[in-house]
């Protein structure tokens, strides 16, 4: 349970903050005036000349979070900007509204934040607002060509039943039917009118080859020599799913690259605003797969904050103990695919699913599932831990981890093959790191101490002893050896919250599957394993959420892989795609 | 000494590789079974497992834990006369917090009272929709609606489960979750219990008024 | 080696022969080495994938039915385990890897995704069940389905394999050039299946009038 005078401090820290920087641009940011909002409002003409004064003055130098929300009602579409400082501390939130009229724009960041980039692209893609001098502004997570904007609120599915769950048909009079029936294409399709498949042209990526072409390095050597484009994936076996990469090499150096993605984007946000605020929790399971257990107390923390209820304290060391327990499975998993992508096919790999497999019996004891837990609920979790799997989570924390991960160190930390492939290859340095706005271990690896769980503590972390692991070279072999010192502190983090674990009741609510949330906005983010996991909620006190968006590690995190590729060898790049530890469906989502 | 790290690592695999015998040894020289006994299956899964890891699916099987779930079914009692009483009373509880939204429920009404039955005259559910989260069973009033642990449920079609399918005996439920079942039979009788007292008292409590 | 799968049932052979000599028809022989070594494509879409993975290690250990060798590339590959949601954006690619596989092929939809669009399927972007455009041998339903629920499939999968006749399956008959291939689906205003391109017309006009 937090106390109520830490919630209350940085919401003062806030607001002279928000106080000073209205002082300092009286003419162009306005102070946000609706209830249970934070932040500012910035004219959109003088978004870029107070969004630098934002990082350079204020030392807000991290933008994490960019997002769109619709407000159809006010006929306005707002961009919503969250910005936090690497030292640590809470955030500062300033948004641009534009008339919702077509063409909707607003100015692009890229130039300020070079982490803006594919969260602009996404807004582009999902909303329609166009962002005035980005470099590349194409459609990101759908195709060119798909007609409309899926996120604005006018635009609906093709199996669009009703705006929000429960839908009608299912009880009293719930005869089985097939989505299919109910719409004119019989299959979840939705064509414009009088439309003709036998004479359409579809689109053939012209775009995407022209924005490699605008972005390869001159070759200065003055020898003739051709580029060549290779595509890799959406089907390859080290896209670590289906990523598809279009990458420009000249010989073996890469010159330039674009990630594709969308290949697994399941509308996780548009489903989140048709469902419940409980449905949603499964839903999230299946975000980042190998870390169900994170991805639920993101989104619970982000909820909780909103209804402005306390979380039993029980509950919160248990939320604790299965982050962490998941922490470690991620990291070992991350070992075993990397040394996969290297060439060590199976041996290291099969070792860590050994582990894995352990963790993952005790969250099928704990939660019932073994991947997609849905554990948590709003004010605490399902049930208790029970007897033989708390028994069995000190097996593992005292005895079985700490063993096996110093065996998986002395197999591989001084092995030559991997040393030869991993040191000195270059990944991030911090500067750029904070600039593409990557969190995570990566960021850690480059040298920034930045880690939410000590910058701005969620939960119970703050009573915990542990260290934040940072490693300073920003090679790969850093960003190699920053997963087993994780490991480590996860390990030291796990047995202090099993000592100090209280007894008592494991949610502070009435077990009810109609949540009240009160009407406003709430963005709640979570340290997981691969950075920072965040999720940006809007309610307007109506059982669904208005807007329900997720800020995904490995969505902003691969912002940076040209930058982190460009002039490495295409062998480099498979293994510096495994450095961002990226999984599609939280990328896609 | 460079190639020092690769016979560090050619170690720890040796090591491993060698547990296998050893770990399969020491069983037998105890005289006991390490395969095809549940004994050997556990500690294949415990802190101590080393050697060979593998739970040789189908011949034997991983000891599920009592909260696994998988898909949903509806709970009925046996009735000593050989008729069977569904627990679910089609509330609708179910289908409304059913995240993908795969439960269909058709509720009947007496043509005599007009009054709805309790008993559900259909049931479906699309186990190819099904999200496996178990909200169904969590927030079910009355018990009827559990998760199932029968995993091998593979078919040559698709799988739209109707009433009769997905009905199971509550001697089922109880052997797959003893401890919460035993919980719930509690709960149920302790709430009969105050029912039934509460009953009486308000009986004793109306008599002298309904007397006059 | 199995020998109940490759001899022929009520074939007596006597006692101390039996572990020497198999009595079967050339039919039953070449199922029983098609069912011993599906090879799957070593290809992922979802949070299935993790769970097949998972079947593959050590503690599963697929091997054990001939299944461990993933091959990366779909010519040398017997089976396309659908494992996960399938998008529309992602559809052209999997006809395209499952048009490029050699027969005999199977496909196998693991999870509720690949069955039939599951917890997704109202997405916009996801296609509801992969049996829409490719002809589906086995089903596992679960979400994910455990990699035990997945081997029980295969298990399916391999039943289904040894009752094929030479004359029946679909691979080895005559007539139209080639009944397993799949057009490739367009990516336009939405995805368009070129087998139903009148249909859609018509669906499109008819939403004109009607508006």
Redesign the interface.
């Known amino acids: 349970m937090t106390a109520p005078t830490s919630v209350t401090a940085p919401a003062e820290v806030s607001a002279q903050l928000y106080a000073k920087l209205i002082a300092r641009f009286p003419e162009s940011v306005a102070a946000e005036t609706r209830p249970n909002y934070s932040g500012v409002i910035i004219k959109k003409e003088n978004l870029v000349e107070v969004a630098a004064a934002i990082r350079d003055e204020f030392g807000y130098d991290l933008l994490t979070a960019v997002t769109a929300v619709d407000y159809l009602a006010e006929n306005k579409m707002e961009v919503v900007y969250h910005a936090y400082k690497t030292t640590g501390g809470t955030g500062l939130v300033f948004r641009v509204q534009a008339e919702r009229v077509d063409p909707i724009e607003v100015p692009s960041l890229v130039e300020i934040w070079a982490g803006a980039d594919f969260q602009e692209r996404e807004a582009y893609d999902l909303f329609g607002i166009k962002f005035t001098s980005h470099p590349d502004l194409r459609r990101i997570l759908m195709w060119e060509g798909f007609e409309g904007y899926p996120l604005r609120k006018d635009w609906k599915e093709a199996f669009f039943e009703e705006e929000a769950k429960p839908f009608k048909s299912r009880w009293p009079e719930g005869k089985h039917t097939y989505a299919e029936f109910k719409n004119p294409f019989r299959d979840n399709l939705n064509f414009p009118e009088n439309f003709d498949p036998n004479s359409y042209q579809p689109d053939n990526e012209d775009d995407l080859y022209a924005s490699l072409e605008n972005h390869s390095l001159k070759n200065e050597s003055g020898l003739k020599t051709d580029q060549i484009v290779v595509n890799m994936g959406p089907h390859h076996p080290s896209t670590h799913g289906v990523l598809r990469v279009a990458v420009t090499l000249e010989g073996e150096t890469i010159l330039g690259l674009k990630p594709v993605m969308g290949y697994l984007h399941r509308n996780h946000d548009k489903i989140g605003e048709r469902s419940t605020f409980l449905q949603i929790m499964p839903y999230t399971d299946r975000l980042d797969y190998f870390n169900s257990m994170s991805n639920n107390l993101g989104y619970a923390i982000a909820v909780e904050k909103l209804m402005k209820i306390p979380v039993a304290e029980r509950a919160e060391y248990i939320r604790v103990i299965m982050a962490e327990l998941t922490r470690i499975q991620n990291h070992l998993i991350f070992v075993g695919t990397l040394t996969n992508d290297l060439g060590a096919m199976y041996t290291p790999s099969l070792y860590a699913f050994e582990e894995r497999e352990l963790i993952l019996d005790i969250f099928e004891a704990v939660s019932g599932a073994r991947m997609m837990c849905n554990y948590l609920r709003f004010g605490g979790v399902v049930r208790d831990i029970p007897e033989d799997a708390l028994s069995k989570i000190k097996d593992l924390v005292y005895e079985r981890l700490p063993a096996k991960t110093a065996e998986m160190e002395r197999l591989l930390n001084d092995n030559e093959v991997l040393m030869g492939r991993l040191k000195g290859v270059h990944v991030l340095d911090g500067e750029t790191a904070v600039k593409y706005s990557v969190t995570g271990p990566v960021l850690r690896a480059a040298g920034v101490p930045y880690d939410i769980r000590r910058a701005d503590p969620y939960s119970v972390y703050d009573r915990f002893d542990f260290d934040v692991a940072v490693r300073y070279n920003g090679d790969m072999m850093d960003n190699y050896l920053i997963r087993f010192d994780e490991i480590w502190q996860s390990l030291r983090i796990l047995e202090q919250a099993l000592q100090q674990m209280p007894e008592g009741p494991v949610n502070s609510q009435k077990l009810q599957y109609q949540v009240r949330v009160p009407a406003g906005e709430a963005y709640g983010r979570i340290e997981s394993p691969k950075g920072e996991l965040g999720f940006y909620i809007v309610s307007n006190g109506k059982p669904t959420p208005y807007r329900y968006h997720v800020r995904p590690a490995s969505f902003v995190n691969i912002t940076a892989l040209e930058e982190m590729c460009r002039g490495s060898k295409i062998q480099d790049f498979v293994a510096l795609l495994a450095m961002l530890d990226i999984v599609m469906g939280e990328l896609d989502r | 000494m460079f190639g020092k790290g690769i016979l560090k690592s050619l170690q720890v695999t040796w090591k491993r590789f060698w547990d296998t015998y050893i770990d399969d040894l020491a069983w037998w020289l105890r005289g006991k079974k390490r395969y095809h006994s549940v004994e050997g299956i556990t500690h294949r899964s415990s802190k101590n497992a080393k050697g060979i890891f593998t739970v040789q699916y189908p011949e034997e099987r991983l000891i599920l834990p009592e909260e696994t779930r998988y898909l949903p079914f509806l709970v009925y009692n046996e009735l000593a006369d050989g008729k069977r009483e569904i627990l679910c009373t089609s509330c609708g509880i179910c289908p409304k917090v059913c995240p993908p939204q795969c439960i269909w429920i058709v509720r009947s009404n007496d043509p005599q009272t007009g009054k709805p039955i309790p008993e559900p005259t259909e049931f479906y559910i699309d186990m190819d929709l099904c999200m496996n989260c178990g909200l169904c069973a969590e927030y079910c009033p009355f018990d009827a609606i559990k998760m199932d642990h029968d995993f091998e449920l593979a078919s040559y079609t698709r799988n739209i489960y109707e009433l009769e399918k997905l009905l199971k005996p509550s001697s089922y439920y109880q052997s797959i979750r003893p401890q919460n079942f035993a919980r719930e039979e509690a709960e149920r009788k302790a709430k009969e219990e105050a029912k039934a007292a509460k009953a009486v008292k308000t009986a004793v409590a109306e008599t002298p008024a309904a007397a006059p | 080696m199995e020998p109940e799968s490759l001899s022929l049932p009520n074939y007596n052979i006597p006692e101390d022969l039996q572990n020497v000599v198999a009595v079967t028809t050339i039919e039953r022989l070449y199922n029983w080495g098609k069912r011993s070594s599906v090879w799957p494509l ?6 299935c ?3 097949m ?2 079947a593959q ?5 697929l091997a ?1 039915f001939g299944m461990e060798v993933m091959r ?1 590339t779909p010519r040398q590959a017997d089976m396309l385990l659908v494992s ?2 399938v ?1 529309k ?2 559809l052209p ?2 006809i395209r ?1 499952y048009n490029q596989m050699p027969e005999p092929k199977y496909v196998v939809a693991m999870g ?1 995704c690949a ?15 992969i ?2 455009f490719l002809p589906v ?13 997945l ?3 295969l ?2 999968l391999q039943e ?1 394999i040894d009752k094929e006749k030479f004359k029946t399956s679909r691979w080895y008959q005559k007539g139209k050039t080639d009944p397993n291939y799949v057009p490739m689906p ?9 087998r139903r ?1 009148e ?3 018509r ?6 009038g009607t ?1």
Not at chain 3, 42 to 47: E, V, Y
Not at chain 3, 57 to 61: E, F, G, L, Q, V
Not at chain 3, 203 to 208: L, N
């Open positions: 070593m290809f992922g879409l979802a949070c994938a993790i769970e993975i998972a290690t050590a503690r599963y250990d054990r990366p996960g949601t998008t954006k992602m690619a999997i890897l509720a069955s039939s669009g599951g917890p997704f399927k109202e997405g916009y972007n996801v296609v509801a069940g049996d829409k041998d086995v089903y596992v339903p679960g979400c994910p389905p455990t990699p035990q629920a081997i029980a499939g298990i399916k289904k367009v990516l336009g205003p939405d995805l368009i299946d070129v391109n249909e859609f017309k669906a499109a006009a008819r939403k004109a508006v």
